[in-house]
């Protein structure tokens, strides 16, 4: 049974930091696309990063370029999502992803951690 779990949410200020962490058990997360996405209410789910199966490439969406990391711990079978220099736009419900390469044909999401920026 593949489980993706995050935890890090929470409240900040603007401007502040924080660190997003998802642990997986029954996949690899070296063998997956692995992908935070977020979904403000009211809006779209939004993929924020990614970091690519077997490597250490990176993409991330505009809006957060710069700001946001996304990495991998294969040892502890983790990924984090380290954000920086947050704002009330990045306020919303984070979730973790695993995508097979190359089709995603399997794709496990986590229930997802609240992030809230506000003073």
């Known amino acids: 049974q593949v489980q993706l779990v995050e935890s890090g949410g929470g409240l900040v200020q603007p401007g502040g930091s924080l660190r997003l962490s998802c642990a997986a058990s029954g996949i690899y997360v070296t063998a997956y696309n692995m992908n935070w996405y977020r979904q403000a209410p009211g809006k779209q789910r939004e993929l924020v990063a990614t970091i690519i199966r077997d490597a250490d490439s990176t993409n991330y969406g505009d809006s957060v370029r710069g700001r946001f990391t996304i990495s991998r711990d294969s040892a502890r079978n983790m990924v984090t999502l380290q954000m920086n220099f947050l704002t009330p736009e990045d306020t919303a419900v984070y979730f973790c992803?695993?995508?097979?390469?190359?089709?995603?044909?399997?794709?496990?999401w986590g229930q997802g951690t609240q992030v809230t920026v506000s003073s």
């Open positions: 992803n695993a995508k097979s390469v190359p089709t995603g044909a399997l794709s496990y």
